[in-house]
């Protein structure tokens, strides 16, 4: 595996569309984050494929290695390397007050340091909006109606992005195509987009394996470095999950082993293989939000809230006239119940048709219709929704001792990286997973204590039970059994509050949907009494029902009598972590900027109210253009053409309004002089005078 840094200079400026618009103000939005333009990662794979392509009609290269390196629609096998998002790198000498380029080593820390800036103004520093018209034919008149703006990004910066590869043998094409990228984003043949790329080897340095006892049951944290793809319950393009599932930590870990032991297709024939990943000795647990150590969970169905109020209820809540599920995740924190929403983003792509001669995704447009353009040679237009990075997540690995310290170790030689859901080969899925202390695992304040006699039985993963015939059934009576059998007890239940979901999945190899299973969603509750005495941490240590390996069947044992009746309700809102860093010159000087920006927004609205009420004044009727011509030049150079002495000996009426000028522009900033008689000129003009 190598990697390389590529460095893209903006020769011309560059619009990398994000399919978004601003109604009545922008039509083609680019992608950036928090006001910092990136190019996104997919563009850049695009880009690169169509210069192979180029290469392959020129007999430079052939199929096969093309569809090698960037891999092949459909197939199973993902593309040969990896491509991230291009960020800003270094900004040019005179770009900002700063008589050097800015080199931007931390790019996290400067989007951080910036947390607090409004978006709108930082966008307004990188990037310019052009506009543009459609052409009669006949007439060479604008087109009624074809008005349209777009952003770009200003010319001269330099943005980064980093590439993995996975055969090395596929380096000599891969560099080829990046020195034979000259052209990016939209408007290419209309001066837009011009660039010069750059492919720098970079030295990887070897992970420590970490060699320390690892518990059988091992918390672990995981951060998202870019953006991930989880389908929800409507699809991959209409929604993405609020956690990350048991079983796409399962196909990560399943990914790490088969690389590491190149058993490709083989993979079922090895013994160690098959008894971790298909007959499930470790169980993925479930990984849920986390804020400031705080674990976020399906909120209990048994606690809910108003609907038009401030408070959520732990019983009782069938006296309250209106009432509704909470189904948000949840953290009760001194009596105070805590709601959180993951954060998501939508992103934009296109596929190009086959022809590439056109450059736009044409969908059901009249033109492929005219021109007969049927299946995928229209290319497509899609979106997807993703979880932001930044977030962290929080679960549990649970198996035997030596299994869990196999997995930490194909952790360790990958340095804590990992790739999660769909699309990882651009722009989305890279994570790190990092093993926590066991101190981590929190005592929760509303645990059930030693031999209570009524408990709720709460399932924070989805739960899925089979009866005697190996169905999936929704029967809250049989899981009872069955642990009335594991424990040697009995127990009565007096209420249930549950509701479904259903397990989905995709086996990859075969490219064929799994068995959907019906199942007890997380956040399901079962209130259950017993007259015996019992340890429900035996409960909780226990995974129930079906599919453990994938994280199903975990269920915390809640106090009933002591939960609060009432919960004051909170909204957490994630952020990003401010983290410690040194003076930044990028940072100090995009400060700088903002401030100057600032400023001369006042001196434009200062100036021309100023220019507006100088027009009211008598004095200003009898100068005409060429004298207020004369008057902005000894106003605004630095060096006049003209002394003052001519305008105070030509006549009282100049005299009287160079007077009244020089007190409204003495003292002031170049910025408001040249908005103030950019104003007058325009105002003399409008009343006829000379």
Known sequence: MKQYKLLITLDSDLSPGSGDSISGLIDHEITHEHGIPIIPAKRLKGALRHMAKEFFDWGYTTNEAIERLFGKIGEEKSSGFKIYDAVLYQIPKGYFESNEKITIENYNCLLQGLQQKNPNDLLALWTMVYTKTAIHNDSGQAKTGSLRSLRVINRGLVFKSTITLENEGDAKLLEDCVK?????????????????CQLLSVKQKNAPINSAKVAAEQPFRITLKQPVLLAGNEGLYGSCTDFIPGS?????????????????????????????FLRGAVSFGYAYPEIENKVFTPCPLHIQREKHGSFAYGDGFEQIPLVRKINQMAFIDDDTLLLHEPKKEMRMHHARPANRRIGRALNDAEEANNNQIIGDNKGQFYYYTALSRGQSFVGTLRGEQEDIKLLME?????????????????????????????????????????????????????????????????????????????????FTIEKSFFKQTTLKGYNAKWRLPKQEKVAFDAGTVLIVSTQENIDWTTVEKTLWGSDLAQGCGKVQVLTYEGLAKQFPVKNEQWQLQKIAMEHDEALSQIEVALCTRHQKELDKKAAIDAAKKFMKKPEIKAIGQTKLHQLTEFFISEK???????????????????????????????????????????????????
Not at 180 to 186: E, N, P
Not at 249 to 261: D, E, P, T, W
Not at 413 to 419: A, G, L, S
Not at 441 to 457: G, M, Q, R, W
């Open 640 to 690: 006049p053409k003209y002394k003052k002495e001519r305008f105070i000996k030509k006549g009282e009426a100049l005299a009287n309004v160079f007077k009244e000028l020089e007190k409204e522009v003495v003292n002031k900033s170049s910025d408001f002089k040249k908005i103030f008689f950019h104003t007058l000129k325009l105002e003399v003009r409008a009343n006829g005078n000379e």
């Open 248 to 276: 796409a930590l399962l196909g990560v870990f399943a990914s790490l082993y088969i690389h590491k032991h190149q058993l490709q297709d083989n993979a079922h024939k090895d013994e160690t293989f098959a008894r971790l």
């Open 180 to 196: 034979a990228l000259r052209h990016l984003g939209y408007g290419r043949t209309r001066g837009l987009g011009e660039v010069t």
């Open 410 to 490: 194909l952790l360790a030689e990958r340095d804590n990286t990992i790739q999660l859901g769909r699309s990882r080969t651009a722009e989305y899925g890279e994570a790190t997973m990092t093993a926590l202390p066991q101190s981590f695992v929190l005592t929760k304040k509303y645990k059930a204590a030693k031999n209570e006699k009524k408990v709720a039985i709460y399932f924070e993963t989805p739960l899925a039970f089979q009866d005697e015939t190996g169905r999936y059934v929704l029967e809250p009576q049989l899981l009872i059994e069955e642990m009335e059998r594991k424990l040697g007890v009995s």
